[in-house]
């Protein structure tokens, strides 16, 4: 926009008028016949044909025209006369302004598996796939804060850095700047805190929730979008050890507010990719066909095209905890043992298999699931007057589990006060969370949304590594 001569390609291909000079910049895909150059720089998948005429470019030029090479590329748009493009650039000069060994460069024109890219995920963003999946990723992040602003939301920066360790998502990574020697364990044999860079023990955020409570027991309606860090062990196709969370909180919302605003907010997202992304929607629906067709029928997944149309024109299924637990343990899968966690007593966790089959086998919809067992849950959400029960809320979607989880909260300051006590959890060291039910206390409720699963679905990508430009994962991390 701002490089005075420079067109991207995109707007080129876009644009309906030819005969005019233009300055294009970018990586070469492929060179035939030492004349066409294919010509990519990341606006769009599409390549740009620029075509040089015989004789009007050096030899010494020419040989360095390769793969992965960076040029500029000055000439005319004209109408295209070859197949698959309407306009291309006629060059009057190139100039290369980057080499590429192209023995050497690890992209060749050839298609590589995600195994092998992920392997080098600093060069993948030049391959169409990743390209793709990079730029729904910024538009679902333009999506959201897009959502919220035109709802009133204020967008809140919750810390990273945290000092409460009582909420209990996960496993958290430790903050120090303790020395690693030893010499930092007190005479009672315990590490002394009080030496550290805060002065006390300190860690990674696992969720901005309860400080984002305290805004919108102030300013209404908040959401936060920022890093969350997990030191979870899970090898899994679902689970990053630093992932991206969208956490909505708000005052005056009880359970069915949180869930109509979860599903409006996740369908508003999802249309406005299908809406400004269509190309790439388009390119990696293909991808996932051409994918699936080398799978066994019963490992195919849905066309992504009509997967998303229908999440965006169909309410998601409700269902609570216990009626779930009914279809789960009557269904056939149970009965034939086909579960690896097989479905018994009411109060079990739902694994991913029991997740999977409520969605892509039973309902085949996004499934909403309410009310679960207290026990099972987190200490902060609101008890049901069943005395078993919790204001809970997990969204689950095919092919995919949960993608998020949320609920109404405890407002009131004795039910939430005791159930901590019942948790051990310190209610000295909550005291300013406690305060929010302790003066003008509200109902409220909210939710969290992994970015990073929401990527998966929107993209149909089966691995969370390949959503994240650099993915952190146990044992693994590059860059
Ligand atoms: P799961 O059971 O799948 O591990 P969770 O119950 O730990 O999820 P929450 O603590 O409710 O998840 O977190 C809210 C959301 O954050 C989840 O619904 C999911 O979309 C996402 N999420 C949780 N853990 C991870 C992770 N390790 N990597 C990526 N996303 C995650
Ligand atoms: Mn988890």
Known sequence: MYNKERKTVKSILESTTTNYSTVVMGWVRTFRNTQFIALNDGSTNDNL????????????????????ACIKASGEVVASVGKGQSVELAAASIEILGDSDAEKYPLQ??????EFLREIAH???????????????????FAIHKFFYDNGFVYMHTPIITASDAEGAGEMFRVTTLPL???????????????????????LTVSGQLEGELAATALGNIYTFGPTFRAENSNTTRHLAEFWMIEPEMAFYDLEDNMNLAEEFIRYIIKFVMDNNSKDLAFLAQRLADEDKQKPEAERSFPLLEKLEFVINNNFERVTYTEAIEILRNCSYNKKKKFRYLIDEWGVDLQSEHERYLVEKHFKKPVIITNYP??????YMRQNDDGKTVA??????????EIVGGSQREERLNKLTSRMKELNIPADEMDWYLDTRRFGTCVHAGFGLGFERMVQFVTGMGNIRDVIPFPRYPKSCMY
């Open 49 to 68: 044909q620029v075509v040089i005429p015989l004789g009007s470019v050096d030899d010494a030029t020419l040989r360095r025209i390769t793969t992965g």
């Open 109 to 114: 024109p050839k298609k590589h598996s995600l």
């Open 123 to 141: 060069l993948r963003f030049r391959t169409n796939t990743f390209a793709s999946v990079f730029r729904i990723r910024h538009s679902l992040s």
């Open 181 to 203: 020697d030893g010499s930092a364990v007190g005479e009672d044999g315990l590490i002394n805190f009080k030496e550290d860079f805060f002065g006390r023990s300190t860690n």
């Open 374 to 379: 207290k026990a099972i849950k987190s200490f």
């Open 392 to 401: 809970a809320m997990d969204i689950l979607a095919p092919g995919i589990g």
